[in-house]
C-alpha cells in the first residue's frame, strides 16, 4: 500500500512541499515476497461493527444472513449502500463473505444437483475424467461448462437457479452491469486430496515467470476482473473439506508470486480458517484471496459445490460458453415464466447468466451501433424478445441473426 508523508513546513512566503510517496516497482519479482510483511496484512481483525448489515464474523470471515439483508434493501439507495459495503469487506475488509441461505428453497439446489449428476455420470460413461487445476487426480469429479450444460439439459432449473438475488447482488456489486457467469461443478468424495494454495483467474493462472512479465498495476487489475464464489450443493462440514481461506491475504501486492513460494505455503498451512457451510449457503471472495478447496476426511460425505467465475463486461471468461444456445434454451421457460407473473427481477437475473451482456468483440462492418456507441449486447435482444413476447421460432432467428453479424466469414 502507498502512503503520503505529512506536509514538510516551509519557511514564510514559499509554497509547503511533502515527501514523495514510495514508488511502486513497474515489476514485481519474487524477491519483493516476504513472508514478514505478507504476516502483517493477515494478522488484522474483522470488527463486526464495521459492517452493519453483517450477521456475524466468524473465523475472520464476515458472514450474512441472507434474509435478513433482502429485507434490508428496500429501496435503490438500500441497495447501492449493500453493494458498497460488500465491496469494502472484499477489499478493506476480510476479502470474502459467506450468505446463510443464499438459496431459502434448497429444492431448486437439489434439482441442479441432480442435473449435474447426470451430467458427471453420462461424461464418465463416454472416456471423460477432467484433472483439476490446483489438485491431484483422484476422487473428485470436474463438470467443466456447467453453467451450459445445466441450461441444455434442464432449463427449467436454470432459470430458478440463476434467478437467485444473492448471486445477482454481489455480482453486480463488485462487477457492475454486463458480468458474464461461468461455472464449473466440483465434487470431493471423501478421501479427496486438498488443493494447493492459490490465487485464482486471471493472473493465478500464470506461472511466475510470465506473470513477472505483467506491470504492478496490472497485479493491482486483475483481482477486479472476476469474482469467486461458490453454492453449497450439500452440507459441509469441516471434515468434509470446505475450502480454506486466509482472510486479508488478498490485499499482498505481489502475492501473484508469492503463493506458490515455499514460505507462503507454509504460512497458509498454519493459518488459513475453514467456514463450514450448509446446502443452500454460498461464498464469494476476491480472486486474489489465497484459498483452495481443504482434504475431505469424513467417511460418507460426499462435498459438491457448483463453483461461480462472474467475470467483468471488459475482461473474458475462462470458458467458452456458447451464449447462442443457453439463450435458445432457457428462453421458452422464460417466456412461460413470465406469462405466469413470475418476479421480472428473478427472470432478469436469469436471463443475465445465460446471455452475453457485452456487444463485443463484433464484426462491424456488420453489426451497426444502436441507440449509441455500442451495438446490440444479446442480453438486449433477448431482453426484448420476452418484453414483446416474441415467439420461439422468431427468437430462434434473431439470435442466429446476431451471430452471423459477430462472424468475420459473413463480410
Avoid at 24 to 37: I, K, L, N, Q, S
Avoid at 182 to 202: C, E, F, M, W
Avoid at 287 to 304: I, K, T
Avoid at 339 to 360: H, R
Wanted: glycine letters at 6%.
Amino acid at each position: 500500500m502507498t502512503t503520503t508523508a505529512a506536509p514538510r513546513s516551509a519557511a514564510p512566503g514559499t509554497a509547503a512541499t511533502s515527501s514523495p510517496a514510495p514508488a511502486r516497482p513497474g515489476r514485481f519479482t519474487e524477491a519483493d515476497c516476504r513472508v514478514e510483511d505478507f504476516a502483517a496484512l493477515v494478522d488484522q481483525v474483522t470488527e463486526l461493527a464495521d459492517y452493519p448489515h453483517a450477521a456475524d464474523v466468524q473465523l475472520n470471515v464476515l458472514v450474512y444472513d441472507a434474509a435478513a439483508l433482502r429485507a434490508s434493501i428496500t429501496s435503490e439507495q438500500d441497495r447501492i449502500e449493500v453493494e458498497a459495503e460488500l465491496v469494502r469487506a472484499l477489499t478493506e475488509g476480510p476479502g470474502v463473505v459467506a450468505f446463510k441461505g443464499a438459496f431459502p428453497d434448497t429444492a431448486v439446489v437439489d434439482r441442479a444437483t441432480a442435473s449435474f449428476d447426470e451430467i458427471i455420470a453420462a461424461e464418465k460413461a463416454a472416456g471423460g475424467g477432467h484433472n483439476d487445476h490446483f489438485a491431484k487426480a483422484g476422487a473428485n469429479s470436474r463438470v467443466w461448462n456447467a453453467l451450459e450444460k445445466l441450461a441444455v439439459r434442464d432449463p427449467g432449473t436454470f432459470v430458478d437457479y440463476y434467478g437467485n438475488d444473492i448471486l445477482a447482488l454481489i455480482s453486480t456489486a463488485w462487477l457492475g452491469p454486463g458480468y458474464q457467469v461461468t461455472s464449473q461443478v466440483n465434487v470431493v468424495r471423501p478421501g479427496g486430496k486438498a488443493q494447493d494454495p492459490h490465487r485464482d483467474y486471471h493472473l493465478g493462472f500464470l506461472s511466475n515467470e510470465v506473470a513477472a512479465g505483467y506491470p504492478a498495476h496490472v497485479h493491482l487489475l486483475s483481482p477486479v476482473l472476476t469474482l469467486q464464489g461458490a453454492v453449497a450443493h450439500s452440507d459441509m462440514p469441516v471434515e468434509s473439506g470446505p475450502t480454506m481461506y486466509l482472510p486479508y491475504s488478498h490485499q499482498y501486492a505481489p502475492g501473484y508470486l508469492a503463493w506458490r513460494l515455499p514460505e507462503f505455503r507454509a504460512f497458509f498451512a498454519e493459518r488459513h480458517v475453514q467456514l463450514p457451510l450448509e446446502k443452500g449457503d454460498a461464498a464469494f471472495f476476491n480472486p486474489a484471496l489465497f484459498h483452495g478447496a481443504g482434504n475431505n476426511v469424513s467417511a460418507d460425505v460426499q462435498r459438491m459445490a457448483n463453483l461461480l467465475q462472474v467475470s467483468s463486461a471488459f475482461g473474458r471468461a475462462m470458458e467458452t460458453v456458447d451464449r447462442t444456445k443457453v439463450s435458445k434454451a432457457v428462453y421458452p421457460v422464460l417466456r412461460a415464466r413470465r406469462s405466469a407473473g413470475a418476479d421480472p427481477a428473478s427472470l432478469a437475473n436469469a436471463l443475465a447468466s445465460a446471455a452475453e451482456g457485452y456487444p463485443f468483440p463484433s464484426n462491424l462492418d456488420l453489426d451497426e451501433n444502436v441507440g449509441g456507441l455500442t451495438p446490440l449486447a444479446q442480453s438486449a435482444l433477448l431482453q426484448q424478445a420476452l418484453d414483446e413476447d416474441w415467439d420461439d421460432e422468431r427468437l430462434s432467428a434473431a439470435l442466429d441473426a446476431y451471430a452471423t453479424r459477430h462472424r468475420t466469414d459473413e463480410i
